[in-house]
């Protein structure tokens, strides 16, 4: 395994992490969970993502019961999780969600409860929000410094001009600004981390946990001939992935990648997962698996790096054709 510095934080993540969003809860139960933690685990992963919007709360407590089980040394992982969303679900009321002081302290003491841990090493911001100025957000993720209930806070899908915004509040008050942003990264999806972000890695040397980095599955070539009994995109409840992922033209080119991956000699799923931990502003990949199988495949991206010289990666800019005009 590899490790990264996150940022110019002091923290280091290891380059693949592991996630539960729609799995935990939707799909895999405790001792499914408790296999793929483990493998992730022996394999070097160090750091584990989670958020109080995933299966309603379900997931923290799900992962909080295998990080108990297991008995990890808590100094040997990096434990997250995320709060905007709530996890209340249709019933929330007004308070229960969003980023305001009462909602965030609120959100990260269930974490804590749910996960049961005495800290989170990291706390997001799950999506920005225009009902709380962003000076409220920076002295409250403080506070949660200061308590010890947090020790590094970050964003998700903000956009470069709030997250900068939140790093000017922080200078002036002589505060922690957020020190890692969790944005969509994949062959897909290229622009924030391409192009938006650069002089925010460049001039304040911020951490990235990138998410989909398979875009929910497509880019392993599992749907290009219809979609997979008890796969993400044949789930209830996740017709706007569907619609959103499965679209011809994102197939053909999902297509034509895994021929040029054949003609390589390496996975589809692998030369997509090495693709996205390239990029050195990258410093995790988180993953999400459902499969023991699917795990132990996709740590065989680090032997697929050697493989994306720039030759490479011009084909793929070719067939994918979302390399954004920096
Ligand atoms: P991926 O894009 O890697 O998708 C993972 C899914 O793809 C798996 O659950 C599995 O789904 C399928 N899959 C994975 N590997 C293989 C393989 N080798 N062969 C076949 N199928 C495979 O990541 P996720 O979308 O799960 O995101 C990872 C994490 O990122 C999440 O758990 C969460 O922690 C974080 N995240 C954060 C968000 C944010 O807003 N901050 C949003 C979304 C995710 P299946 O078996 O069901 O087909």
Known sequence: MEYRRMGKSGLQLSALSFGSWVTFARQTDDNINDRLMSIAYENGVNFFDNAEVYSAGKSEEMMGRILKKKGWDRSSFVLSSKAFFGWKGEDKKPNQHGLSRKHLMEACDEALQRLQVEYLDLYYCHRADKNVPIEEVVRTMNT?????????WGTSEWSAAEIMEA???????????????????????????????????????????????????????????????????????????????????????????????????????????AWCIQNPNVTTAILGATKESQLVENFKAFEVLSVLTEEVREKIDDIMGTKPDV
């Open 144 to 152: 949660l410094i200061q308590q010890g209930k947090i020790f590094y």
């Open 167 to 273: 790093h000017m509040i922080a200078r002036e008050l002589g505060l922690e600004g957020p020190a890692v942003e969790q944005p969509e990264y994949n062959l897909f999806n290229r622009r924030k981390m391409e192009s938006e972000f650069l002089s925010i890695f460049n001039n304040i040397g911020m951490g990235s946990t990138i998410w989909s980095p398979l875009a929910s599955g497509l880019l392993t070539g599992k749907y290009n001939s219809g979609v997979p009994d008890g796969s993400r995109m044949s789930l209830e409840g996740y017709e706007w992935l569907k619609d959103r992922a499965l679209l011809d033209d994102k197939v053909l080119r999902v297509k034509q990648l895994g021929a040029f991956a054949q003609e390589l000699g390496v996975s589809l799923p692998t030369l997509s997962i």
